[in-house]
């Protein structure tokens, strides 16, 4: 994926949800994604040097129509356009904020599948924070590494989402599986998957994923919080290196080993 704080159109910024039980729900993901020696994220879910990657709001009346879903905030060129061509492409738009003078701030977008997605502007340099402020790339820190939709159809995801965000497609010869989407730096952004095989019941939702400090320990508070364990995979060291959950509130999310 592009560098975590990339102003460039088809980049992932942040996430976020409007949940019920909302100190619970603060609780569970503060107790699991603050694993490990040096953990990756604070208690307020913040990154591990204060930078907000991920906000988890209580649900209000004004929260409604939102479904309980991550929500990807996903930079494109122009807010006013992309909500247009979502509804042109039977999609659909559940909120859309637009300034006294008529600009387009922000909107939150359903694709045909139902996966809501958050879309804003390019985030100017000027209000990016400064490149020393930050380790290397390499350096583990709390950050969405990685979003993903499982559908049905993924080729008209992709072709949705490629009118909607901007993304373009990576020539992979994948076409059976799923897709890599580009964002305009040509950095993988997103990937698209077909809803088959041991994922044909995956629901059709923007999966976030989270890297973790201890995956394993992770894995274990998931449940121990009220939540549940879908999915584990192992890499060759036999140590976990992926799981799919579900929050208390039943909210899907993955988490990675960093």
């Known amino acids: 994926m592009s560098h975590?704080?990339?102003?460039?159109v088809g980049t992932t910024f942040s996430a976020d949800i409007a949940?019920?039980?909302?100190d619970r729900?603060?609780?569970f993901y503060a107790q699991v994604l603050g694993t490990g020696?040096?953990?990756l994220w604070r208690d307020d879910l913040m990154n591990s040097l204060g930078m907000p990657v991920i906000g988890l709001g209580a649900r209000t009346p004004d929260h409604a129509s939102l479904p309980l879903q991550w929500m990807p905030h996903i930079q494109v060129a122009d807010v006013a356009a992309s909500v247009q061509r979502a509804l042109d492409l039977d999609g659909g738009a559940l909120m859309h904020h637009v300034d006294d003078e008529?600009?387009?701030q922000w909107a939150v977008l359903l694709d045909p599948n139902g996966a809501a997605f958050g879309i804003i502007p390019v985030i100017p340099a000027e209000a990016m924070p400064p490149s020393d402020a930050f380790p290397d790339a390499a350096e583990p820190v709390g950050r969405i590494a990685w979003i993903e939709l499982t559908v049905p159809d993924a080729a008209a995801a992709r072709d949705f989402y490629r009118q909607v965000v901007g993304w373009s497609v990576q020539d992979a010869g994948m076409e059976d599986a799923g897709y890599t989407?580009?964002?305009?730096?040509g950095a993988p952004a997103a990937g698209?998957?077909?809803a088959r095989g041991a994922h044909a019941e995956a629901p059709p939702v923007w999966m976030l994923h989270l890297p973790v400090g201890d995956l394993a320990e992770s894995i274990r508070r998931v449940e121990e919080e009220g939540g549940t364990v879908l999915e584990t995979r192992r890499g060759d060291d036999e140590a976990f290196v992926y799981a799919a959950v579900q929050d208390p509130i039943g909210a899907y999310v993955a988490l990675t080993r960093a």
């Open 19 to 22: 949940v019920p039980e909302h």
């Open 37 to 39: 020696d040096r953990p």
């Open 181 to 185: 989407m580009l964002g305009e730096d």
């Open 25 to 27: 729900e603060v609780r």
């Open 4 to 8: 975590r704080f990339a102003p460039c």
């Open 192 to 194: 698209i998957r077909q």
């Open 102 to 104: 008529g600009r387009s």
